[in-house]
């Protein structure tokens, strides 16, 4: 064997000319289909900044379950058109600034598809921001008046979670009455700002009046230099606008002070999490806001499915308020996929302008003009720890105001052309 | 504006002040005999209300938690000096700020993977909830119970410094450790204690906070800020500086919040920047010392 060269080399030329065909072969496909070829390979990424650390992370932790439940129920079936969907969940750290920056890397570094989350009103537009300039797709599941308004607005932004306006208009129907005096002690940032501006236009519309306002920290541990005053205004009700472990920490230092024993306590959304956490003692009597509660599933079979796919995820837990957010958030943005036929920007979303989704509360659709959602509102009540057989049922429905724009800012008022 | 409600708001600024002075405590004492800026004395704190409630849930009794915490968190400091900061003080000043800056993150951590983001409440015990009447306005029982603690607390230690033969060798200690060691003194045993103690009482101020604001991982970071606020205030090393300006950053806040409660958290860094401005050293800091 002393012309060992040539025959060693020829299967090696046989292999490279044998993938360089086949390479041939698979490019030409992928220059006739290319968007199909890619739609089978590629899974949906989502991404997912919410404030996993911080005063809201109990929220946070809800949220992304919920959400990691919705996108599991749909891989189950199989996923968007064969495509699996995947959920990148980063923490925000509640600043604007990790925010952006998490979520700019989502978009360039993990390629996401859409940006789901948020939970504080300043960090939400921040995100905002990034996505509008990138032409992202972003769902946001927390509370904003602004992002509804023209100059915020942005053709790729959906507005999954009530706005400020629309929860404190159904609060203060069914806890403001005419001649009341109100006082409000109020979280020092947009939300705790929106929240605020929208009660007191309740109010003006009532006949109540307002005491006195005073603003606190976000995130503030202590509350009790607040409470002689608050006291000494002589209020009907204590209006505390804050969110999180603010809203636990407060209502129990206002009940400390004996306040409950002289106001009533409204809040502007009444959190589960935190009701949990503290006890019944402290929320006795305390009425607020909600998009979503667990016993909604004796009149709503999607609430009931919801509840029970939740339950059997999560050893038996019930989804919560802003849980429930990650949930219908993510769920109307896979629907409006499946109907585009997958991830083009464009075609996604038209089919959520064009959506009407009844995924855990109703129907909700999102509105022309600001792509809020249309949804309907809660009005419920802490009960007694004696009225609370049952530990995971700790509210009292009072009312439930039905998905209707008749309850929103008119287009025209958020400054849209008509 | 009457004198009532003045009277009430200055009473929550002691309450307020309280706690504040424990922590700052822990850290004046450190930094006075070691030299030592504890950056992860804001994690003790929390560490300490954590303790406290694990003590707490684990006997069904919160008095167990307020005696337990505290000792067990000092005894845990006593272990941070022993292993990981005497090794340093030979090195730069800088050396042990960084360890315990580090440290803070790790306990904050730990927590977070031990009991979860979102932190926990903390009940206030039956026996000391509920309202009294000052005759100028009605103040929660467990906050008179805080500053009662506080005060008890003080005396104390003041006997403890003033009166024992360790609190001659630690002031003595402070002043200066080379002749104590000439006259025979085991220095790194005094280091040592005092580490424990100053890290027991921030423990203690967390036990204490946690049924006024429950507990949970981010609670150090606040606290060590205003710490250090007031022990710049009163003199960074002075023990009588940190109780008198704890004392008066929780009467300003609360002053503040009265009038105007916006300015509320940016009146304490305004008066520390006058007190810089006015007396470098602090109301009760011996001039040249950091």
């Not at chain 1, 009700?237 to 969110?243: R, T, V, Y």
């Not at chain 1, 206002?254 to 929320?283: C, H, M, S, W």
């Amino acid at each position: 064997m002393t012309s060992n060269g040539p025959t060693s080399g020829l299967p090696a030329f046989r292999i490279t000319r044998r993938h360089a065909l086949a390479g041939l072969a698979a490019g030409t496909a992928t220059l006739a289909m290319p968007g199909l070829l890619r739609a089978q390979a590629e899974t949906i990424r989502i991404g997912f900044p919410t404030p996993l650390t911080g005063p809201y992370a109990a929220e946070a932790k809800d949220q992304v379950r919920s959400a990691e439940l919705a996108v599991k129920l749909v891989n189950d079936k199989g996923g968007i058109g064969g495509r699996k969907v995947e959920l990148l969940v980063r923490d925000d750290k509640m600043n604007a600034g990790e925010a952006a920056t998490r979520t700019l890397e989502l978009i360039e570094k993990e390629k996401v598809h859409a940006v789901v989350g948020s939970l504080s009103s300043a960090v939400q537009l921040a995100i905002n921001e990034v996505t509008r300039a990138r032409g992202v797709i972003f769902v946001s599941i927390s509370q904003s008046d602004t992002i509804n308004e023209v100059k915020d607005f942005s053709r790729v932004t959906f507005h999954e979670a009530l706005n400020p306006h629309m929860t404190t208009a159904a609060v203060a129907k069914h806890s403001f009455k005419p001649g009341m005096k109100i006082a409000y002690l109020v979280a020092d940032y947009a939300f705790g700002h929106e929240i605020l501006r929208g009660f007191k236009r309740a109010q003006a519309a009532i006949g109540a009046e307002s005491v006195g306002e005073i603003l606190h920290p976000i995130g503030a541990p202590d509350y009790s230099t607040f409470m002689p005053r608050l006291r000494a205004m002589k209020p009907d009700i204590l209006c505390i606008c804050n969110f999180g472990r603010d809203q636990a920490n407060s209502i129990k230092q206002a009940v400390d002070f004996g306040l409950n024993k002289q106001a009533k306590i409204v809040v502007p959304v009444l959190l589960y999490t935190q009701r949990l956490g503290i006890g019944a003692e402290a929320y006795e009597g305390v009425i607020g806001g909600a998009n979503y509660y667990w016993k909604l599933q004796d009149t709503l079979p999607s609430a009931k499915a919801f509840n029970d796919a939740y339950k059997a995820a999560y050893n038996g837990a019930y989804p919560t308020d802003y849980g429930a957010y990650g949930f219908t958030g993510i769920s109307s943005l896979l629907l409006a996929m499946e109907k585009a036929g997958g991830t083009d920007t464009d075609k996604v979303v038209a089919a959520l302008e064009n959506l009407t989704y009844d995924v855990a509360k109703g129907p909700q659709h999102y509105r022309k003009c600001d792509h809020q959602s249309v949804q309907s509102v809660l009005v419920l009540q802490s009960k007694a720890k004696a009225d609370t057989p049952d530990q995971a049922d700790p509210f009292r429905i009072l009312a439930v105001e039905p998905a209707s724009e008749d309850i929103l800012r008119s287009c025209a008022e958020l400054g849209f052309p008509s | 504006m009457d004198a009532e409600l003045i009277a009430m708001q200055l009473f929550s600024g002691v309450a307020l002040g309280a706690i504040l002075v424990m922590v700052a405590l822990g850290l004046s004492i450190i930094f006075g005999m070691l030299g030592v800026v504890n950056f992860a004395h804001g994690a003790l704190f929390m560490v300490g209300a954590y303790a406290g409630l694990y003590v707490a849930t684990l006997t069904g009794s919160f008095w167990w938690g307020l005696l337990i915490a505290p000792l067990a968190v000092g005894a845990f400091g006593m272990l941070i000096e022993r292993v990981l900061i005497r090794p340093l003080y030979k090195r730069s000043v800088d050396d042990p700020l960084l360890l315990t800056f580090g440290l803070g993150y790790v306990l904050v951590e730990s927590v977070r993977i031990a009991f979860g983001n979102e932190g926990m409440p903390f009940p206030t015990p039956p026996e000391l909830s509920g309202v009294a009447d000052l005759g100028i306005g009605y103040f929660p029982i467990y906050r008179l119970f805080v500053v009662g603690v506080v005060a008890v607390v003080l005396v104390l230690l003041w006997l403890g410094l003033e009166k024992t033969r360790f609190g001659l060798i630690v002031r003595a200690g402070a002043r200066d450790p080379q002749i104590m060691r000439v006259l025979g003194v085991d220095v790194a045993k005094v280091w040592l204690m005092v580490f424990g103690l100053g890290v027991g009482l921030t423990a203690l101020g967390g036990v204490l906070a946690a049924p006024m604001r429950s507990v949970d991982p981010e609670m150090g970071a606040l606290v060590l800020a205003e710490a250090f606020v007031v022990t710049v205030i009163g003199g960074m090393g002075s023990l009588v500086g940190a109780v008198v300006a704890g004392l008066l950053i929780g009467i300003a806040v609360s002053m503040t919040a009265l009038f105007a409660p916006e300015m509320a958290t940016i009146v304490m860094f305004a008066l520390m920047a006058l007190v810089l401005l006015i007396r470098p050293q602090g109301l009760f800091g011996k001039p040249g010392r950091a």
